[in-house]
């Protein structure tokens, strides 16, 4: 049963109402969007609910600026409760079980909710125990609480090897390991160290950026040797021993530094849900244009979603995951406003910022949608770049929260 909802009105499971209730699980980046562009475009007798377990929002590209050492770990996130002052209701709980045939989401501290429109924009999480011997011994790059300790690490290196490991596909911004490359690359040479430290990089695929073909895979190797990175394709790895890596090919790499991007997976509701029936049992399979899941009124986008156009899949980054929320917000409000056949269509593009180091940042265009495959441009890195980048983090946290 739902406990202490709402002082002001009903619990949200017998809640009577002519309105619709719009239930979005999960305050990341396609959350977000979606609660927002809901809101502005739905007149307030329909509720938007949005349920997180965490009480505040910081992007996933910040660790690069913990790393940098441009931001302080300890600055204050943007907090959630921030969304009730729109007319978003902001539910701080644990999603643990989704009733798709009954229409209806519990929440670990509130009992059950019912949705007339279900958006499931949970998320990806990271699996660091499936590689053996990483935890403890390596540097998780996507826990922003493991990131100031890296730095701290490279710091005090005065000679020796730093490996930078991708553990697993599909994980989440691409090319957020090469940028995370480069920064400690710089962090090095600031320091002075770098001439005596080697970098590697290590990657389970037979090329750079699998998602975005062999072009821009060679371009982006070329930009990293440019910075003395080497780079290692086909280096999944099996098992971290103290100052060694094997990988599954029975190659071996020797580390002083270890950082890592552990596997990705699905959130443990959704796993119960019966919508994660992509081929590897993690993902939620959706529509392309439409993110729609199959079940009437249930949406999935971002991360947790798989979004495939042919062979190809859209990669899983918050640009990404922000564009679908705001399709997926205007199919509902066209069909809740009596306009049916939207023509809201979701096109597969985007945009990101490699950061390079030196407060410096390429930038990579994307068409996931191009007939014939991906269509990917990347333009040089520069200092305009990387001032849009901090742009891009404040512009949305201001239109989504404050
Ligand atoms: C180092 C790094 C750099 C990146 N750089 C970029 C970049 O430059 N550009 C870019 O576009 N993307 C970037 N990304 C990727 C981006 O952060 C993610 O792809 C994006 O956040 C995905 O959005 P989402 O809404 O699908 O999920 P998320 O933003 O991860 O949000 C999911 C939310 O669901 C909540 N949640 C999960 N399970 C539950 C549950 N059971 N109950 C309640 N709440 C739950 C989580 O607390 C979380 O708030 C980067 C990521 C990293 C790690």
């Keep these: 049963m739902l406990k202490g909802f709402y002082r002001h009105s009903p619990p949200v499971c017998c809640y009577i109402h002519m309105g619709k209730r719009i239930v979005i699980l999960g305050a990341g980046f396609g959350g977000l969007a979606c609660a927002n562009a809901l809101r502005k475009g739905l007149s307030q007798d329909h509720r938007v609910i949005v349920v997180d377990r965490k009480k505040s929002f910081m992007m996933g590209l910040v660790n690069l600026w913990i790393l940098a050492g441009s931001r302080r770990p300890d600055e204050p996130q943007t907090p959630l409760a921030g969304l009730n002052a729109r007319g978003i209701e902001y539910l701080n709980d644990e ?10 989401v519990q929440a670990r501290g509130h009992g059950w909710i019912d949705y ?8 990806s999480e990271l699996a660091p125990e499936k590689i053996e011997g990483f935890a403890g011994r390596g540097y998780n790059l996507y826990d922003a609480e493991q990131v100031q300790p890296l730095r701290e690490k490279l710091l005090a290196l005065r000679q020796g090897r730093v490996a930078i490991s991708v553990m697993g596909m599909p994980y989440k911004c691409p090319p957020a390991p090469y940028e995370a490359a480069m920064i400690i690359s710089d962090i090095l040479e600031k320091n002075g160290t770098r001439k005596n430290v080697q970098v590697d990089m290590y990657v389970p695929a037979p090329i750079a950026l699998p998602v ?9 190797v070329d930009m990293i ?6 780079f290692h394709p086909d280096c999944k790895p099996k098992i971290v021993r103290d100052g060694e890596v094997e990988f599954e090919s029975g190659e071996k790499a020797a580390y002083d530094v270890l950082a890592g991007i552990p596997p990705h997976r699905s959130p ?3 796993k119960t849900s019966g919508l994660a029936t992509s081929a590897t049992g993690e993902w939620v399979p959706v529509d392309r244009l439409t993110l729609r899941t199959g079940h009437p009124g249930v949406f999935a986008i971002g ?18 995951a ?6 997926v917000a205007q199919e509902i409000i066209d069909e809740i406003s009596g306009r049916p056949a939207s023509t809201a269509a979701y096109n597969g593009q985007g945009f990101c910022f490699v950061e390079v180091g030196n407060s410096m ?3 990579v265009e994307a068409d996931f949608y191009h007939e014939g495959g991906p269509a990917v441009r990347l333009e040089p890195p520069s200092a305009e770049s990387y001032e849009k980048k901090h742009d891009f983090e404040r512009s949305r946290i201001k239109e989504w929260l404050l």
């Design 95 to 104: 999603a643990i079980k989704i009733d798709i045939a009954a229409k209806k």
């Design 116 to 123: 007339d429109y279900l958006v499931v924009a949970l998320g």
């Design 212 to 220: 975005v073909g062999p072009q821009v895979s060679r371009e982006i």
């Design 225 to 230: 040797a440019r910075y003395g990175i080497r």
């Design 268 to 270: 443990d509701v959704i």
């Design 303 to 320: 991360d947790v979603a798989e979004v495939k156009s042919g062979t190809v899949t859209v990669p899983k980054a918050g640009i990404f």
């Design 322 to 327: 922000e564009g679908q929320a705001k399709v």
């Design 361 to 363: 940042a390429g930038f």
